[in-house]
């Protein structure tokens, strides 16, 4: 019975387990009562490798399968769910959609230094009256009239690690009449252009 759980499953649970129980648990009530988001705790994350678990070496991942992420993973959330979803966006939402569909050049622009722990992913899909039907966006990518960049405008909500993100990876209309057909998405690496 579990023989498909290897003694590698065993130690990343461990580790994880390790460090949930004695770093995230006793910080917890605090992140909850105060709404500050743990950026020491995320950053240790990333150091033993929780960012890119299922991310292949070669690009600053440590290549394991997706059992060792969900075993892992439950024991972040067994400490504290918000530690958990953080991970488990930069995970799952950010570095596995560009690994995916991404370009190689994308690939190591935006998820080796994510899935690495040195920067953090975020996904943004979500708007305030847009949700599970992701068809009925209401923010517009349009090229510019040379045709060299798109003006995207806009409103976002419910997007995990935000503030703190270092690149996200936004979803919009380019093709609103073609509804969920007509999604693109950017990834954003200069704050600075957002509004
Ligand atoms: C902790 C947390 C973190 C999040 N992080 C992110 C993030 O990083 N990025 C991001 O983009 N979003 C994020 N979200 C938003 C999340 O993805 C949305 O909440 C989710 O898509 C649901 O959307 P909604 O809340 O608008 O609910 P709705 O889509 O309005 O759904 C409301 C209810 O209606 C039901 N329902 C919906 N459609 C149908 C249907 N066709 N038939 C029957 N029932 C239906 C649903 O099951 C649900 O019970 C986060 C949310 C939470 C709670």
């Known amino acids: 019975m579990f023989d498909f759980i290897t003694e590698e499953h065993k130690m990343i649970q461990q580790e ?15 992140h909850d009562q105060t709404a500050e988001f743990p950026i020491n705790t995320v950053r240790k994350m990333g150091q033993l490798g929780f960012m890119g678990i299922e991310v ?3 690009y600053g991942g440590i290549g394991m399968d997706t059992l060792a992420y969900s075993l892992a993973l439950t024991e972040i959330c067994k400490a504290d769910a918000s530690h958990g979803t953080v991970m488990s966006v930069n995970n799952s939402l950010y570095c596995h959609g560009i690994l995916k569909f991404g370009t190689e050049e994308q690939i190591q622009k935006y998820v080796v230094p994510v899935a690495s722990g040195q920067k953090i992913g975020a996904y943004s899909l979500t708007e305030p ?43 919009t209309m380019t093709q609103p009449e073609q509804k969920h057909k007509g999604v693109t998405a950017f990834p954003d690496r200069d704050r600075s252009s957002r509004v």
């Open 129 to 171: 009256m847009s949700g599970s039907d992701a068809g009925t966006m209401k923010s517009r990518a349009v090229l510019n009239e040379a045709g060299t960049h798109y003006v995207i405008n806009g409103r976002k909500s419910w997007v995990t690690s935000a503030p703190f993100a270092d690149y996200i990876v936004l979803f």
């Open 56 to 58: 292949p070496e070669e």
């Open 16 to 30: 994880a387990r390790r460090f949930a129980q004695n770093e995230v648990a006793p910080i917890a009530e605090h």
